[in-house]
């Protein structure tokens, strides 16, 4: 289940890692894509962010109760060792910031409804996934194959999701007819 979990968290990050690369640049060139709203789009991938980082921390409380209350000596120390071993610090920057902090000012309607809300939940993440890509380089010897593969997964994961949001929220304004600020 842990696995699974992983997957798809890792795929709603990197998708909207993506999409947030393509929002840029729309805004960037003031481009126009008629079918699709641009304000929608902004509130389903962060609402895919919101649903990412609340996965990702039910697996990670999960992970945590399970490790310690598992009766395995070796399992309770690691557990209690990135907890409060000498890289406690590196726990909460790593994981929690990124994964469960900084999705959660999503919930506010000011970063929700701007680009500048989901860059600020993403860059940590971008960077912490760029340092996790980096970390498989060993000089001349690169697996692309591995990382585009990864990736190709990791998309086909995150459109039926985000398709999905953004149907849900396109569906919500037309049923409800008044012209939401939040929408």
Request: proline share 3%.
């Amino acid at each position: 289940m842990n696995e699974i979990l992983n997957l798809i968290v890792n795929a709603i990050f990197s998708g909207s890692l993506i999409l947030l690369i393509c929002l840029l640049l729309i805004k960037l060139f003031k481009v126009s894509i008629h079918p699709i709203k641009y304000k929608i789009l902004i509130n389903a991938v962060n609402y895919t962010l919101l649903l990412g980082s609340m996965l990702y921390l039910f697996m990670l409380i999960v992970y945590l109760y399970i490790g310690f209350f598992s009766g395995g000596e070796y399992e309770q120390f690691a557990v209690s060792d990135r907890l409060f071993g000498s890289y406690w610090w590196a726990l909460w920057i790593f994981t929690f910031v990124p994964y469960a902090v900084l999705p959660q000012l999503l919930w506010s309607e000011r970063f929700r409804q701007s680009i500048v809300g989901v860059s600020i939940v993403m860059i940590p993440w971008a960077v912490i996934l760029l340092l996790k890509s980096l970390g498989n380089y060993q000089g001349f010897h690169f697996e692309w194959s591995h990382m585009i593969i990864d990736n190709l997964k990791d998309i086909l994961l995150y459109l039926p999701i985000l398709i999905a949001v953004y149907t849900v929220l396109t569906l919500r304004k037309k049923h409800s007819g008044v012209e939401s600020t939040d929408l």
